[in-house]
């Protein structure tokens, strides 16, 4: 890399500020004074606000707390045996897992798609740019509102009037179809979204690359299968883990869009953790499910990750 | 220059551990801060109590501008100020409650449901039995733990079968008299004239869980002899499984009711798809005639009521014998409840609180508060003022004249939302009714332990 007067500039800098920390490095209180300097306020936000509520948490699934009583009997591990025993939560968890792996496909399938369509130089791309990114502005708790109206309302119109088979009755009302609702919603809020990462990723690979791969004879197909897509991994990467966690621990679409129902039949995981806790009383159990299913998010995502890293390559 | 930045650099660090350290003791700051600004605009306080001010818990949110209102009378009259917050959007009485006490900022006053009080008032609420309201319907529509009273009824909420009467006088050509319809057969043939009279679908059946579960199903236990005590020993007998639900008399003729009913459903064809607002408006506006639910659905309804139209409410009728007391009375229950705190609240705050509590029933302005702004069914006798909505003039007749079956609070938390889904499946045709008993017992055996 060249040797640019800016940088030395930076690097007098450096030097300076060195000298300034030597100086005081003798003694410990004055390491700590300088760490407590810049790290300090971080850092008490983070165990006050993560860390605490983390370990107080983890407190309370060995106790049968009711969520309010003054005394919280300890009861060592029968919350775990408890949620072992809870046929609903592994349900839903089984459940929410399906609802995932649709969604992540989905999601990420139609916004490389957009992303691709709006990258390749069409008449009025910013215009639909910002058209394909606004329902993510939507607050889940209001998008599922609209979507209740046009699944149980203006669909159900829309087929008695054509006599379509499909719409003359409400999704909402049919598991199944409640279960696909929620994963159109889903997709529909999120795509917007990863389609902004996906451009990102597309207007990041080097022109160069591309174009040596158009002297060398590629068509567009291989140039797009071998140089673009190793190239954008990391765009790949965050999407997925983004998408995997948020549609994890989906609760507002849940409530607001089918409430869980009909029957119970779409309740997901983040939902049956909430009612076991505050409408069942059973903080413990409740917690204890929360801390599992944070486990099971925590391993998908780190392994998700660590995966796509090796996939990375450098231009 | 480099002074100045570090001094910047303080300040900014200054102000975001204080900003974390407010985020803390908001509740307190808050409610200190606009307490201190309520006392400051009213000049004209009593010196004697000036200096007491008390909190209030409001869990119905449609009335909090005219409890806020009404505070501000109160102070005016007695000095005393209450500062009334209601839950947050969205979420229940219990949980607002449980953050506050995790607080250490309870209110004063905690207007609560039933199954609250039972499970918390022991612990954190003080004893009202020797108040003078008690004796006044306090103690038959409060709650009551061992014998001590600890929650003063707010309002009175009853429920069963709205009718049109209107409509209904219209479409036969007969007066309408509730009061002839005592038994699922007399309903069932007024139905059959209303069909063919042209009205295709007489009676709305909602598909909320609340209204399935809360609602419907607990009439059962409500209804095995119209006590409370009754309605425990039931649930009771079904944790331990000596209560078989399918041989119960009373499970049966209620949802033989139900069977009959869903024939009518004006949702009948999809059952699980009907709409809240579209069910009030069918029976406001005459599409229909009947809807189960309860005098808050006034709320709805008035919206697509107009004035000549007559409605109220008639208890869920069964093919028992004409006498039978379900045929007679209404299920109607002090639905929302206020405790008084004893863990944080001085003597003198309690006191005070009492002393609001008798003002709402004794004297003439807090009455006209419970009936005139708030539109309530009060629970007192001696309160003569008529109430406003039509629903509501039929469950007080029904108080006054003492044909109310007790309530019953012993429901679990999450009962209305399980077995909520279980009537769900029943009303769609998922289930049969020897499965929707299994289910029913498969959740009481459960709470067992």
């Known amino acids: 890399m060249a040797f640019s007067p800016s940088l030395f500039r930076k690097n007098s800098k450096i030097s300076a500020l060195k000298g300034m920390v030597q100086m005081n490095e003798k003694t410990l209180a004055a390491k700590t004074k300088t760490f407590l300097m810049f790290a300090g306020p971080a850092v008490f936000v983070f165990i006050a606000v993560l860390i605490v509520p983390l370990i107080y948490g983890v407190y309370l699934t060995f106790t049968s707390w009711d969520g309010i009583s003054n005394n919280k009997p300890f009861v060592g591990l029968n919350n775990y045996i408890e949620v072992f025993k809870d046929k609903e939560f592994w349900n839903s968890l089984v459940l929410t897992l399906k609802y995932v792996a649709v969604s992540v496909v989905f999601i990420n399938l139609i916004a490389f798609i957009l992303a691709f369509f709006v990258t390749s130089g069409i008449k009025g791309q910013n215009f639909l740019r910002a058209g394909f990114f606004t329902p993510n502005l939507i607050g889940g708790v209001v998008l599922g509102f609209i979507w209740r109206f046009v699944f149980a309302r203006a669909l159900v119109s829309f087929g008695t009037a054509f006599d379509i088979d499909i719409f003359s009755t409400s999704w909402l009302s049919d598991p199944q179809k409640a279960f696909w609702a929620m994963i159109i919603v889903t997709t529909w809020q999120y795509s917007g979204y990863m389609m902004l990462i996906y451009i990102a990723g597309l207007m990041g690979v080097p022109k160069d690359l591309t174009e040596a791969a158009s002297i060398d ?12 897509l190793p190239m954008m991994v990391p765009s790949f990467v965050i999407c997925l883990f983004l998408s995997i966690t948020r549609c994890f621990m989906v609760y507002d679409l849940n409530l607001s869009l089918t409430e869980g129902g009909p029957f119970a039949a779409t309740r997901m995981v983040a939902m049956h953790v909430y009612k076991k806790a505050f409408e069942a009383k059973q903080y413990g159990t409740g917690q204890a499910e929360a801390l599992i299913l944070f486990i099971i998010v925590a391993i998908i995502g780190i392994t998700q990750i660590t995966l796509g890293k090796r996939k990375e390559v450098e231009a | 220059m480099k002074k100045n930045k570090k001094i910047a650099a303080i300040i900014a660090a200054g102000t975001f551990a204080a900003a974390a350290l407010a985020g803390c003791s908001n509740g307190t700051a808050s409610s200190e801060s606009s307490s201190s ?33 009404m505070a501000k009378k109160y102070k005016e009259q007695t000095g005393v100020s209450i500062e009334v917050y209601s839950t947050a959007n969205g979420a229940s009485p219990a949980e607002t409650i449980a953050q506050k006490y ?11 449901d039933g199954t609250d009080i039972l499970t918390i008032a022991k612990e954190k609420a003080i004893d009202l039995s020797s108040e003078k309201w008690a004796s006044d319907g306090g103690s038959t529509y409060g709650i009551s733990i061992d014998g001590t009273l600890y929650s003063f009824p707010f309002c009175i909420e009853g429920r069963g079968l709205i009718y049109n009467k209107t409509i209904i006088e219209k479409l036969t050509g007969k007066e309408f008299n509730p009061d002839s319809i005592k038994s699922m057969d007399a309903l069932k043939k007024l139905m059959d004239e209303l069909v063919a009279a042209g009205m295709e679908h007489p009676m709305v059946i909602n598909k909320e869980d609340w209204s399935l579960g809360a609602h419907y199903l607990a009439t059962v236990y409500e209804e095995q002899d119209g006590t409370a005590a009754g309605a425990y020993k039931f649930t009771e007998g079904l944790k331990k499984g000596t209560e078989k639900l399918i041989e119960n008399k009373r499970f049966n003729t209620i949802m033989d009711t139900f069977d009959m009913l869903k024939e009518y459903n004006i949702n009948k064809a999809d059952p699980m798809a009907a709409d809240y607002d579209l069910n009030a408006s069918y029976v406001a506006e005459g599409k229909s005639a009947f809807w189960f639910n309860g005098n808050w659905a006034w709320a709805e309804i008035s919206e697509y009521v107009d004035d000549s139209t007559e409605m109220g409410i008639m208890p869920l009728v069964q093919n028992t014998s004409e006498d039978d007391f379900a045929n007679n009375r209404l299920c109607a229950s002090g639905s929302k409840q206020v405790m008084i705190d004893k863990i944080k609240a001085t003597p003198e705050q309690q006191q005070a609180a009492k002393d609001f509590l008798n003002w709402l029933v004794y004297d003439e302005a807090g009455q006209s508060v419970l009936v005139n702004d708030c539109s309530l069914v009060p629970a007192f006798k001696n309160i003569t003022l008529e109430v406003k909505d039509p629903l509501g003039q039929s469950i007080k007749k029904y108080v006054d004249a ?48």
């Open chain 1, 217 to 228: 004879g590629a068509t567009g197909f291989q140039a797009t299968r071998h140089v673009v």
């Open chain 2, 37 to 69: 600004s309520s006392s400051s605009s009213s000049e004209t306080s009593k010196a004697s109590s000036s200096s007491v001010s008390i909190t209030m818990l409001n869990s119905k949110m449609e009335i909090q501008p005219q409890l806020e209102e």
């Open chain 2, 102 to 112: 995790a607080a250490g900022d309870p209110p004063t006053l905690a207007m609560l």
């Open chain 2, 402 to 449: 003492g044909n109310t079956v007790e309530g019953f609070n012993g429901c679990p938390g999450d009962h209305w939302s399980t077995l909520g889904a279980s009537m769900q499946k029943y009303l769609a045709g998922q289930i049969d009714r020897a499965g929707l008993a299994s289910e029913v017992e498969a959740y009481w055996a459960k709470q067992a332990k």
